[in-house]
């Protein structure tokens, strides 16, 4: 809103300073430091609000040191980390910006699914929550929303022609970009540490008769569709001791508006050789509030936390990470930079898959992990849990240097 106030101010009475809401960077400053404001001031308030309404967690008894203590916690934090994303964005961001409103639902989708689950835990007192399957019907609603949109809205186009960047065309991002390339629809996206790094989605049908080629959605949703759904179940998984998740995120977000930022202006993607998304930059305003939302909510949630994001948080950032690497067109960077989510989930998976060969096989079923998701494994092993979150987010920083090192070595 206020972007639309100052752009009338500078256009109607040339206000001094008003011009600067015309750039992102400007912009994306004023949102991470009005959410980290938000999600620190406001989320006490609400830490004590939730704990008025004895909205805290139950603890299922798992033989972790330091478990008991955690009962009773006030649980659906997510919420201040999604009005403190949200309020930003609505102050600061183009409205109209098809990413921006995409990000928004998506943020607002999750979180009524995440907030029923942790309700409904709370209600019945136990862990059960809502069913896993209205979970997942929830999240390939999305997943399709989502998929159906980035395929079939007019404003989602790429440009793959180069532009001139001497002097005489050096525009900014609030130029009409398209005087100087054509935008195109297109399923591309980008394959990590490959030469000529990308790859069509039309490819995997269009071997049948080029015809096909119109088709491609057929593809391309579902793979949408699982990918949201991986990663908000990631996510999820990961959000097991204080401060995990929440610092995980930030670190894969910070580096996911590099790239927004990148991708969504004409020179830069041009000078790194990297796909640019016309009008994918204003993604970087609602990146950076939401960076500032997970930074501002880690003052209450590292450990001792005071506070539990619950599903109301973490199927939220899941979410909300998984379509924004849609957008940039780095869904396929997400192992690498979703690291510790894609190891987490890996770790149950194998688990479960091998807990039920050994009993299948032998009559007794084994364990690969002590325990499952992995942080719970090294919680068995005594090691103590803010120590276990320290080095999980140095890996995830060393994760999001190689995601960025992509830009250049193919």
């Not at 309020?87 to 910006?97: F, Q, S, T, Y």
């Not at 807990?355 to 005594?382: A, C, D, V």
Request: aromatic share 12%.
């Amino acid at each position: 809103m206020l972007y639309y106030l100052f752009e009338y101010l500078e256009n109607e009475y040339q206000f001094p300073g008003a011009s600067l809401f015309q750039f992102i960077t400007f912009r994306a400053a004023i949102a991470i430091i009005l959410s980290l404001l938000i999600s620190t001031i406001y989320g006490k308030r609400i830490i004590r609000f939730l704990r008025k309404k004895q909205m805290g967690e139950s603890i299922r008894e798992l033989g972790l040191e330091g478990q008991s203590e955690k009962a009773g916690t006030p649980t659906m934090g997510g919420i201040i980390i999604i009005l403190a994303t949200l309020v930003p964005v609505l102050l600061v961001a183009k409205l109209d910006n098809i990413y921006v409103v995409l990000l928004i639902v998506t943020t607002l989708w999750m979180g009524v699914i995440g907030f029923t689950d942790d309700f409904l835990k709370i209600k019945r007192k136990d862990k059960e929550g809502l069913a896993g399957k209205f979970k997942v019907i929830g999240q390939v609603g999305l997943g399709l929303i989502v998929g159906c949109t980035m395929y079939f809205h007019k404003d989602i186009t790429v440009r793959q022609e180069k532009v001139n960047t001497g002097t005489e065309q050096v525009i900014s991002t609030n130029e009409k970009e398209s005087d100087f390339n054509p935008a195109i629809k297109s399923t591309k996206t980008t394959i990590p540490f490959f030469k000529n790094n990308e790859f069509d989605y039309a490819d995997l049908i269009s071997w049948i008769s080029p015809e096909m080629t119109k088709y491609a959605w057929l593809i391309f949703i579902p793979i949408v569709i699982f990918i949201v759904t991986a990663v908000s179940n990631g996510a999820n998984l990961t959000d097991g001791i204080d401060g995990l998740a929440a610092g995980s995120s930030a670190i894969i977000v910070l580096t996911l508006a590099l790239f927004a930022w990148v991708s969504g202006n004409i020179i830069f993607s041009d000078y790194l050789n990297v796909m640019y998304i016309p009008n994918s930059g204003e993604m970087t305003i609602f990146i950076t509030a939401f960076a500032g939302a997970l930074v501002g909510f880690l003052w209450y949630n590292t450990y001792p936390a005071q506070v539990f994001m619950g599903d109301t948080g973490s199927l939220t950032i899941g979410g909300i990470i998984a379509v924004i690497a849609i957008a940039i067109r780095k869904e396929f960077l997400i192992p690498i930079l979703c690291g510790i989510f894609f190891i987490e989930t890996l770790s149950v998976m194998m688990q479960v898959s091998w807990f039920k060969y050994t009993r299948k096989k032998y009559g007794e079923g084994r364990r690969i992990f002590l325990m499952s998701p992995l942080h719970h494994h090294y919680q068995k092993k005594g090691i103590h849990e803010s120590k276990i979150v320290a080095r999980f987010w140095i890996v995830g920083i060393f994760l999001a240097i190689m995601a960025v090192i992509t830009l250049k070595v193919r």
